[in-house]
Nanobody, 115 residues
Framework: QVQVVESGGGLVQFGGSLRLSCAAS????????MGWYRQTPGKQRELVAT???????NYDDFVKGRFTISRDNAKNTVYLEMNSLKPEDTAVYYC?????????WGQGTQVTVSL
């Protein structure tokens, strides 16, 4: 059994910063790609950023230069540092982890950016 748990969401003002964390735990041999996605009501879940276990990153154009994804392989944990936040970044942020050939999702954490 594998669990993926996010933390770090909350309410922040326009231009502020937040750091999200996501840890995979349980019966794990190896965690491969990890990533962050986000979803707003009525819209499909969309990619924010991903990172391989070798450290190769990929970002959605809308967050490039503002968000930074990183990971600690020893802790099976991925982070998302979000700076210069905008109201359009308001969403539920989900973590995805590819573990031993299967994909697991976290329960999501709400990020709200106010004016």
């Amino acid at each position: 059994q594998v669990q993926v748990v996010e933390s770090g969401g909350g309410l922040v003002q326009f231009g502020g910063s937040l750091r999200l964390s996501c840890a995979a735990s349980g019966s794990i041999f190896r965690v491969y790609s990890m990533g962050w996605y986000r979803q707003t009501p009525g819209k499909q879940r969309e990619l924010v950023a991903t990172i391989t276990n070798g450290g190769v990153t990929n970002y959605d154009d809308f967050v490039k230069g503002r968000f930074t994804i990183s990971r600690d392989n020893a802790k099976n944990t991925v982070y998302l540092e979000m700076n210069s936040l905008k109201p359009e970044d308001t969403a539920v942020y989900y973590c995805k982890a590819a573990v031993d050939g299967r994909v697991y999702w976290g329960q999501g954490t709400q990020v709200t950016v106010s004016l």
